[in-house]
């Protein structure tokens, strides 16, 4: 079965709802990033040498990282969910152009935010970059239901991952429209809620 070693809250969030999502089974395990021990007292640093999550432990205990990765590997598992559009298609690409611009250009920048070293002028500089990014996304939305359009792929789980911590920088979504409504949208999910219950965040 798969194995998805998370923190509540954090990036890993987004392959959380997107094995939800899936149908597959699957187990979570907690890590504690500071101590790198998860919760059944294993070095997770044994699992994952980089020492973040999110890490996928496959059927075959072969251990797969990084988020984009993990959301991909697990979309493919299940084609007709539609989670992913099929590789070598215009499409796919376009997956994971947002996979890539959520990650680089949203992700990084908020990192700033939970990073203890960084002073006011990173600060101030990495908001006027999602503050910039997220109005673009916000022009993106308009009329589309998801990123690729009528159906939720996974770069909704990592888009709206990315989202949920603007709270904790107290950034007020309400100034994009199209932004707000898409978070409520994929917040309503089934699979969306199942997931934050789960990590004690509903």
Same mark, same amino acid.
């Given at each position: 079965?798969?194995?998805?070693?998370?923190?509540?809250?954090?990036?890993?969030?987004?392959?959380?709802?997107?094995?939800?999502?899936?149908?597959?089974?699957?187990?979570?395990?907690?890590?504690?990033?500071?101590?790198?021990?998860?919760?059944?007292?294993?070095?997770?640093?044994?699992?994952?040498?980089?020492?973040?999550?999110?890490?996928?432990?496959?059927?075959? !205990?072969?251990?797969? $990282?990084?988020?984009? *990765?993990? &959301?991909?590997? %697990?979309?493919?598992?299940?084609?007709?969910? +539609? @989670?992913?559009?099929?590789?070598?298609?215009?499409?796919?690409?376009?997956?994971?152009?947002?996979?890539?611009?959520?990650?680089?250009?949203?992700?990084?920048?908020?990192?700033?935010?939970?990073?203890?070293?960084?002073?006011?002028?990173?600060?101030?500089?990495?908001?006027?970059?999602?503050?910039?990014?997220?109005?673009?996304?916000?022009?993106?939305?308009?009329?589309?239901?998801?990123?690729? !359009?009528?159906?939720? $792929?996974?770069?909704? *789980?990592? &888009?709206?991952? %990315?989202?949920?911590?603007?709270?904790?920088? +107290? @950034?007020?979504?309400?100034?994009?429209?199209?932004?707000?409504?898409?978070?409520?949208?994929?917040?309503?999910?089934?699979?969306?809620?199942?997931?934050?219950?789960?990590?004690?965040?509903?």
């Amino acid at each position: 079965m798969l194995k998805l070693f998370h923190k509540p809250g954090s990036c890993s969030l987004a392959s959380h709802i997107a094995l939800e999502e899936s149908g597959l089974p699957y187990q979570t395990e907690a890590v504690d990033l500071a101590t790198k021990i998860t919760a059944s007292g294993d070095d997770f640093l044994v699992i994952n040498p980089k020492g973040y999550v999110p890490a996928l432990r496959l059927d075959s !205990g072969e251990v797969l $990282s990084e988020g984009p *990765a993990i &959301l991909q590997y %697990v979309a493919d598992q299940v084609p007709a969910q +539609k @989670l992913a559009p099929a590789n070598a298609t215009i499409e796919r690409y376009r997956l994971q152009s947002w996979l890539a611009f959520i990650g680089t250009e949203l992700h990084k920048s908020f990192g700033a935010f939970f990073n203890p070293t960084a002073g006011d002028d990173w600060k101030g500089a990495a908001l006027a970059n999602i503050e910039r990014r997220l109005g673009y996304t916000d022009e993106q939305l308009a009329g589309k239901s998801f990123l690729l !359009g009528d159906d939720f $792929s996974v770069a909704d *789980a990592y &888009l709206f991952t %990315v989202l949920s911590w603007a709270k904790y920088i +107290k @950034l007020d979504l309400a100034r994009w429209p199209n932004l707000l409504a898409y978070q409520a949208r994929v917040a309503a999910r089934p699979a969306v809620q199942a997931v934050l219950k789960a990590e004690g965040l509903a």
